[in-house]
């Protein structure tokens, strides 16, 4: 699976020229309420095996959670599923904090 780092979806979400990603957030709510990126969807990572219909195949999906393992295990299911441009926010929204939007709540 492919592997995008903090800065490069940074830039890549301020490029009026090209489409952004779909964000999908698979933190559990309470972790997504705490902080995420602006525009992302969740769907908890306990619930994509029965909520991934809700996604476009089509799409490109960058999957985020906290530091880039669930993401990355979400992200191999869905490209299981058909789905061919998956993308893993590498280090996750934890990294994204640190690297991006310093004044982002950390946990």
């Known amino acids: 699976m492919q592997q ?8 890549w979400l301020n490029e009026a020229e090209r489409a952004s990603p779909m964000l999908l ?8 309420e705490i902080c995420h990126i602006a525009n992302s969807q969740l769907i908890p990572m306990n619930t994509i095996a029965h909520r991934f219909a809700e996604l ?12 880039g ?3 990355y ?6 490209e299981r599923q058909g789905f061919a441009n998956v993308i893993n926010l590498n280090g996750g929204i934890a990294r994204w904090a640190e690297e991006v939007d310093l004044t982002m709540a950390k946990y």
């Open 4 to 11: 995008i780092n903090p800065l490069e979806l940074s830039q």
């Open 25 to 32: 957030d698979v933190r559990e709510t309470g972790e997504y």
């Open 56 to 67: 476009d195949e089509d799409a490109t999906i960058v999957v985020i959670c906290h530091h």
């Open 69 to 71: 393992m669930r993401s």
């Open 73 to 78: 295990q979400v992200g191999s299911f869905l």
